[in-house]
């Protein structure tokens, strides 16, 4: 159960005995009595808390009852505090009177009779606290009544078997474009497409009390505009919030739409794919049989007829040959940057050091010329041990053949680490490029020498950068004329998902 407030009451008397009096007659529970002697200690203690009630004496030194009472009715903070005047001698009608003038609501005469004291002082703290509540009642309404008018939903009352509206906010406006006056008696039928009609018809059918719906509505220009309704069902009416959802509406259909179109362009992607694969296929075997037919002919006559030829026949069997293999590579090197693209990438923790040595064994050994190679401490991350084979391969093949021509052919390899990545790097001392060309060197079929320099395909380099993008890194090199050439690629510390 609340617990009541106190009624607090301020007793102003010069004379002690008549305080004392007072307090007698009106003290009980739920009261707090505050007493002082003087018109200035009154006037402190009423504009600096709540008090309920004053009995005021008329005839006091210095400030008397009349001009306390003056000063507390023009402060807005106490021009509401109910005064009874507490008078011994001045009853004559011009006092009373002026009493009143001064915000006195009742006059209590000495010596005192204590029943009419005490019933006077109980029905005006009561309609005291009766006109607060009311003030406090009001003031609650105006706030609402601002906050419902400042929303930027339609709130309203809608009559639950004509749906009429009852009452409308100021949103309506901003929403619809009518005015509250134009909406209020109208029905909410009116505003709503058929489906919109047959579905609030439905819903009216049968009780309930609360309900969600949305529906179509058209503006006063006759735009069309979806609403969402949050209704609740009280005594046949609706006490309804409409929220305008068409942003949301339209973005829920642009969005379907993007995923409509990410199907067909899935599926158009996956029936490429499989043409994409079909070709692979046909590359890889219709093209593979002339070429080992050519190959292989021009070694039969090479072998079996050598002594008919003259050195030019001999020379052009020697071209037709090489041409054929150089063919046959370019196919293979074709068909793999074909499936690296499709290859889905594993990611596990890789030893650097240990993934290269195997690798730089092989091409030692398969190299006719000495080149010193120099492997620095490699820092270890994630990835796919297969694929960064792949990529170590490329660059370290591509590093002692543009070096090969050196006397002293060097290669680097080294790794960094940096905040959220690693950086590894694979240098020579070889032939070195020009850096204006630098952005052809990753794209297949791309060469910045010919072929009578350094042979090659052209593809190694962009097989190295689609396997780094789909790693999350990026791959990138520097280089000189003349003066050897590095190439960095970099692996995220973080394990990234796969591209």
Same mark, same amino acid.
């Given at each position: 159960?609340?617990?009541?407030? *106190? ?30 002697? $003087? ?26 009852? @009349?001009?306390? /009472?003056?000063?507390? +009715? ?13 008078? /011994? ?10 009493? @009143? #003038? ?10 005192? $009779? ?37 929303? /930027? ?17 100021? /949103? ?38 609360? @309900? ?10 006759? #735009? ?29 259909? #642009? ?5 409509? $179109? ?60 090489? $041409? ?9 090197? &074709? ?26 064994? *092989? ?6 010329? +000495? ?23 490329? &660059? ?35 032939? =070195? ?8 060197? @990753? ?12 042979? =090659? ?14 790693? =999350? ?27």
């Amino acid at each position: 159960m609340e617990k009541q407030a *106190e009624d607090h009451i301020l007793i102003v008397d010069d004379k002690i005995n008549n305080i004392y009096v007072l307090e007698e007659i009106l003290r009980q529970p739920g009261r707090n009595l505050i007493s002082v002697t $003087n018109g200035n200690e009154a006037l402190k203690i009423a504009l600096h808390q709540e008090i309920d009630l004053i009995l005021l004496d008329v005839q006091m030194p210095g400030m008397d009852g @009349f001009e306390v /009472a003056q000063i507390l +009715k023009s402060n807005k903070r106490t021009s509401e505090t109910p005064i009874i005047f507490v008078t /011994a001698e001045l009853k004559d009608h011009k006092f009373v009177m002026k009493g @009143f #003038e001064e915000g006195a609501i009742d006059y209590l005469y000495k010596p005192l $009779n204590p029943e009419i004291t005490e019933a006077k002082v109980s029905v005006l703290l009561q309609l005291h606290r009766q006109q607060r509540e009311l003030m406090e009642k009001n003031q609650a309404l105006e706030n609402y009544a601002l906050l419902i008018n400042n929303s /930027a939903d339609l709130i309203c009352i809608i009559h639950g078997s004509s749906f009429l509206f009852e009452e409308v906010n100021d /949103a309506v406006h901003t929403l619809l474009g009518y005015t509250v006056q134009e909406m209020k008696g109208s029905s909410l039928l009116n505003y709503l497409s058929e489906e919109g009609q047959a579905r609030v018809k439905q819903l009216a059918a049968v009780y309930q009390p609360e @309900f969600l719906f949305e529906a179509l509505m058209y503006t006063k220009n006759n #735009e069309p505009r979806f609403f969402s309704w949050n209704v609740v069902h009280k005594q046949n009416l609706w006490f309804a919030i409409g929220r305008d959802i068409t942003r949301q509406k339209k973005a829920d259909f #642009e969005i379907k739409e993007l995923n409509r $179109n990410l199907e067909r362009n899935l599926a158009q992607l996956q029936l490429t794919n499989k043409e994409l694969e079909a070709f692979s296929y046909s590359v890889s075997h219709d093209l593979r049989a002339p070429l080992r037919s050519i190959n292989g002919y021009a070694q039969m006559i090479q072998e079996d007829h050598a002594h008919a030829f003259n050195d030019e026949a001999k020379r052009m069997l020697n071209v037709i040959s090489k $041409n054929a293999q150089k063919m046959g590579m370019l196919i293979d090197d &074709l068909l793999a940057f074909s499936r690296m693209g499709r290859k889905e990438i594993t990611r596990v923790p890789v030893e650097f050091n240990k993934l290269v040595e195997p690798i730089i064994t *092989e091409l030692k050994n398969s190299t006719p010329h +000495k080149t010193k190679i120099t492997v620095q401490a490699l820092h270890n991350t994630q990835g796919d041990p297969a694929l960064l084979s792949q990529v170590y391969m490329n &660059l370290i093949s591509n590093a002692i053949k543009y070096s090969a021509k050196k006397e002293a052919p060097e290669i680097e390899i080294g790794a960094e680490e940096k905040e959220d990545e690693i950086i590894y790097y694979v240098k020579d001392n070889g032939a =070195g490029f020009d850096m204006q060309y630098a952005h052809k060197l @990753f794209g297949v079929f791309q060469r910045l020498h010919s072929n009578e320099e350094f042979e =090659g395909t052209g593809v190694g380099l962009a097989i190295v950068q689609r396997i780094i993008v789909k790693h =999350g890194g990026k791959v990138w090199a520097e280089a000189k004329p003349g003066e050897g050439a590095a190439f960095y690629f970099s692996l995220p510390k973080i394990n990234k998902p796969p591209i």
